[in-house]
Nanobody
Framework: QVQLVESGGASVQAGASLRLSCVVS????????MGWFRQAPGKEREFVASINRSGNSTIYGDAVKGRFTISTDNAKNTVYLQMNNLKPEDTAVYYC????????????????WGQGTQVTVSS
């Protein structure tokens, strides 16, 4: 099994930066890609970013391109989401996810999910 635990969410003002962390444990041998998604109340889950196993390829949702950066630290078994120039529309619960064979923006391609961490951005 694979377990994911997110942390780093907070309440900040517009323009601030945050770094979210996702610690991965368990049987990660077959992990193909990692992703970040977010979901605001009453809205559908939205793709944020994804990174492949080797960490040399990334994909970003249009709403966060140029502001967010996904990265990994294999020694720490951790994936990060650096969030810069935060906007009120970034307010959501952010989820880390693991895929056994898919690399892309669709939530259905990811098999394991963390519990989520709340990010609130005030204007």
């Amino acid at each position: 099994q694979v377990q994911l635990v997110e942390s780093g969410g907070a309440s900040v003002q517009a323009g601030a930066s945050l770094r979210l962390s996702c610690v991965v444990s368990g049987r990660t041998f077959n992990t193909y890609a990692m992703g970040w998604f977010r979901q605001a109340p009453g809205k559908e889950r939205e793709f944020v970013a994804s990174i492949n196993r080797s960490g040399n390829s990334t994909i970003y949702g249009d709403a966060v391109k140029g502001r967010f950066t996904i990265s990994t630290d294999n020694a720490k078994n951790t994936v990060y989401l650096q969030m810069n120039n935060l906007k009120p529309e970034d307010t959501a619960v952010y989820y880390c996810a693991s895929s056994p064979g898919y690399y892309g923006p669709y939530p259905g391609g990811y098999a394991y999910w963390g519990q989520g961490t709340q990010v609130t951005v005030s204007s």
